[in-house]
């Protein structure tokens, strides 16, 4: 097989896809119902607020629960990740974030403090308040669920994109490893007032009317995020991989470039942007130093293939294998 080929198919089989295709099975057991137009299988729940189109707007939640093992090998990192997950999900969908809640088991007070130390350090970082929760410290072991509430007076959805859209993705590298994982650390060092512009600029996207689709990058990595993105609009798309932000050398080795597209982001999104305003959008991102790409193009195969030096392979096929189990909001109204 080729080095693209290869590539595909240990991303089909990595962990981060399998999390994310586990989605289905609990998608389809969930009320469909759309109050705001947003079906279920977006990064936040929407509702919206009174007052109908010139209203106040909407409510988003967003909520993610950690692996054990990540809860259990870092602790601090943990509780500082399980919020900027979920600020990342509401500047995606065009919000800014109000508050913090958290859902802790711990073995000890020891874990718990590690814990809830990350956990303050990221809500203080971003200047979002830590409300409660619910704790527990005679678990079997740690887990953590931490869930945020946001408001958007415009949103960036996963239903939108258009086909002849732009596809620009917009990530952070000015950051590191953190360790042996798929993390990319741009933001425990990072000045907290960078951090809260930076995602500042998804919801300024949204009520400037530049950007009507986008997602976070999640643990499904640039490419499983696109692929969510895609099934939720019923479109398809071609990635140039030569195209995509990276750090310096990743392209030139299998294993790192896995490890890459493998890799949440601390500040990561996928943007599908009409095309007479993707330069716009791309000068918004490059203005504050991050970094923002085009891609490629949406189109109608409700496919996603990737491109790398003149030779193409497919990693999905929505038409025979769904992922997360989301259809566009034409399929759901008529269902």
Known sequence: MSRLQDLTQALRA?????????????????????????????????????????????????????????????????????????????????????????????????????????????????????????????????????????????????????????????????????????????????????????????????EDGLCRAGKDISMAGVLGSLLMLLECSGVGACVDLAQLPMPAGTLDDDATLLRWLSAFPSYGFVLSVPAAQAAAVQARFTARGLSCADVGSVDGSRQLSLRLHGEQAGLWDLTTEPFIGAAPVAQQEAA
């Open 14 to 206: 990595s962990r981060g896809f399998a999390h994310k295709r586990d989605i289905a099975a609990v998608l389809a057991r969930l009320d469909p119902a759309a109050p705001a137009g947003v079906p279920n299988g977006d990064d936040c729940a929407v509702l919206p607020l009174p007052g109908g189109a010139q209203g106040a707007g909407y409510q988003l939640l967003a909520i993610e629960g950690l692996v054990p093992d990540f809860v259990s090998s870092q602790p601090w990192f943990a509780g500082y990740s399980a919020v900027m997950v979920n600020l990342s999900d509401i500047a995606a969908m065009g919000g800014r974030a109000a508050g913090v809640v958290d859902a802790l088991w711990a073995r000890d007070s020891a874990q718990a403090g590690e814990l809830l130390a990350g956990l303050r350090a990221a809500a203080e970082r971003y200047g979002v308040p830590l409300l409660g929760g619910h704790s527990n410290l005679r678990a079997a072991q740690g887990q953590l669920a931490v869930a945020v509430l946001g408001h958007a007076r415009q949103l960036i959805t996963s239903f939108d994109a258009r086909i002849g859209d732009r596809l620009l993705v917009a990530l952070d590298l000015r950051g590191a490893w953190q360790g042996e994982q798929p993390f990319w650390n741009a933001s425990t060092s990072a000045p907290p007032a960078r951090l809260r512009d930076d995602l500042a600029l998804l919801p300024q996207l949204a």
